[in-house]
């Protein structure tokens, strides 16, 4: 249930009705709230709203008898949903109060809600009835408009995303929107355009560093299904909705016969965040079996697909992750797979294992990327983390030569015409692994992984900035973030 706060000066004429005028509303339409009003001084508290307002409201419907003023208290900040201050004034006071404390931040009501061109209810106060009038006039107007955006059973009003981002960030959006289907999607398209706000686009939350405070609509694509649109007798094109968990739909692929993905198992997020990162592990990227990806252009709503060579896949990136980036929403990814088994072993741990195990099967071969992952990367869900933090840097032949000069045990990997060198060795090789950088800290078994400890987004990207700043330094290479901010 959703809790309002209006907030006036006295709390006898305008946050009182604007209480009375969205309760009655909602009472109206079925929807439950608790609504409640104050003021930013006190020298009315205690006492009925003022005799003029209670009139005008009456002839509307609106019973404004047993509210008593009360002055505005930190802990407000921290009870309601929202906080809706009448003018610029007392919204200053509000930023005052509110400054350094948690919960949610004052907003200037009839700005954000308003559609009569004007952004301050007026006090009526000095002034003849017609300015009780003026104020309900606009009220009315306002509490209508929230009242319509907070019936979108999708969209949700000041929502935490602590449990949506494996970091454990704990950002509140200033709408969440979850939709299912292309009306959904529309909807929320053309409330975000009429609230005058940003659409973001979320995916599991897995590679994200969320700021704060996003004055937004985050929106995140649910619907779950995975259909068959062809086959034959060497391979399979499935059709997977943005919303489907990427490791559910490995083993849902096993299960089937379906082959390809396992070296990808355990991964987090979703099916639609898979193209964006392009993600990859033991040899394997996601881009080898991607068709089409299927999605919505956020600026024109028209629908469009793009095809493998137009999604621009590379090491951990994608057209989505650039040019396209919060303005293109991924529906669906169309992907080919084998009904043949042929394990990729590249990895050497997988290489040696699969040794002692001949004719290995796709099946023990997710098993055991699943062990090998869950013994070097925590668990989220108990130690916050984003995964691998930094990509594995890819230096040209002269900095690779230069570089294993100064030291000789320097692991590489050939990569076209250049090397690749594991992020991790040189994390590790400048004694970082276990070091905390304020609330983060660098994983002892794995160096890549950056453990939040109550952190924020700041937090988080200082302790990166540092680790990057290190590495450069000492080796004169640049690590590359690989989880993306939002915004």
């Known amino acids: 249930m959703q809790r309002i706060l209006f907030v006036c000066l006295g709390n006898i004429c305008r946050s009182p009705t604007a209480e009375a005028v969205l309760?009655?509303?909602?009472?109206?339409?079925?929807?439950?709230?608790?609504?409640?009003?104050?003021?930013?001084?006190?020298?009315?508290?205690?006492?009925?709203?003022?005799?003029?307002?209670?009139?005008?409201?009456?002839?509307?419907?609106?019973?404004?008898?047993?509210?008593?003023?009360?002055?505005?208290?930190?802990?407000?900040?921290?009870?309601?949903?929202?906080?809706?201050?009448?003018?610029?004034?007392?919204?200053?006071?509000?930023?005052?109060?509110?400054?350094?404390?948690?919960?949610?931040?004052?907003?200037?009501?009839?700005?954000?809600?308003?559609?009569?061109?004007?952004?301050?209810?007026?006090?009526?106060?000095?002034?003849?009835?017609?300015?009780?009038?003026?104020?309900?006039?606009?009220?009315?107007?306002?509490?209508?408009?929230?009242?319509?955006?907070?019936?979108?059973?999708?969209?949700?009003?000041?929502?935490?995303?602590?449990?949506?981002?494996?970091?454990?960030?704990?950002?509140?959006?200033?709408?969440?929107?979850?939709?299912?289907?292309?009306?959904?999607?529309?909807?929320?398209?053309?409330?975000?355009?009429?609230?005058?706000?940003?659409?973001?686009?979320?995916?599991?939350?897995?590679?994200?560093?969320?700021?704060?405070?996003?004055?937004?609509?985050?929106?995140?694509?649910?619907?779950?299904?995975?259909?068959?649109l062809k086959e034959d007798d060497l391979s399979v094109v499935i059709r997977v909705d943005a919303g489907v968990m990427w490791h559910q739909l490995v083993m849902h692929t096993l299960a089937a016969n379906w082959y390809g993905l396992e070296n990808l198992a355990l991964i987090p997020g979703t099916a639609g965040a898979a193209p964006v990162q392009n993600i990859g592990a033991y040899g394997v990227e996601v881009e080898s079996f991607i068709e089409l990806v299927e999605g919505l252009d956020l600026l024109t709503g028209e629908l469009r697909t793009y095809s493998h060579d137009e999604c621009k896949f590379a090491y951990r990136d994608s057209i989505f992750k650039h040019a396209l980036r919060d303005k293109f929403l991924i529906t669906a990814v169309q992907m080919r797979l084998s009904k043949s088994a042929a394990p990729v072993l590249s990895y050497a741990p997988l290489a040696d294992r699969a040794k002692t195990v001949p004719g290995v099967s796709p099946v023990e071969l997710a098993q055991w990327v699943i062990e090998l992952r869950s013994s070097k990367l925590p668990d989220p869900a108990v130690l916050p983390n984003a995964g691998s933090f930094f990509k594995n840097p890819v230096l040209t032949q002269d900095q690779y030569q230069d570089l294993k000069t100064r030291f000789p045990d320097l692991p590489a990997y050939p990569s076209g015409e250049a090397y690749k060198v594991p992020a991790a060795w040189l994390i590790d090789r400048m004694g970082l692994k276990g070091e905390r950088i304020g609330l983060v800290e660098v994983n002892r078994l794995q160096p890549l992984v950056l453990i939040n400890h109550g952190g924020n987004g700041a937090d988080v990207l200082h302790a990166a900035h540092e680790i990057q700043r290190k590495i450069l330094q000492q080796f004169s290479v640049e690590l590359e973030i690989e989880p993306q901010t939002l915004p």
Not at 32 to 61: F, M
Not at 202 to 217: F, P, W, Y
Request: a negative charge.
């Open 23 to 228: 309760r009655g509303m909602a009472l109206r339409e079925g929807v439950q709230l608790v609504v409640d009003s104050a003021g930013t001084a006190a020298y009315h508290a205690g006492e009925s709203p003022d005799p003029r307002t209670c009139s005008s409201a009456a002839q509307r419907g609106y019973d404004m008898q047993g509210q008593f003023a009360r002055q505005v208290r930190v802990e407000d900040f921290r009870d309601f949903d929202f906080v809706f201050a009448m003018d610029r004034q007392n919204l200053l006071e509000l930023q005052k109060l509110k400054a350094g404390q948690a919960g949610v931040n004052p907003e200037l009501f009839l700005q954000v809600y308003g559609g009569m061109g004007i952004n301050e209810v007026p006090d009526p106060y000095y002034g003849g009835q017609w300015g009780f009038e003026n104020v309900l006039d606009l009220l009315e107007d306002a509490c209508a408009r929230f009242l319509k955006a907070l019936k979108m059973a999708n969209i949700t009003a000041n929502k935490s995303l602590l449990e949506m981002n494996t970091l454990a960030i704990n950002a509140n959006a200033r709408y969440l929107a979850e939709a299912e289907c292309m009306t959904d999607v529309h909807e929320i398209m053309a409330f975000a355009k009429r609230e005058s706000l940003p659409l973001f686009v979320m995916g599991g939350g897995s590679n994200l560093i969320l700021a704060d405070e996003i004055q937004g609509v985050v929106l995140r694509y649910v619907a779950q299904q995975v259909q068959v």
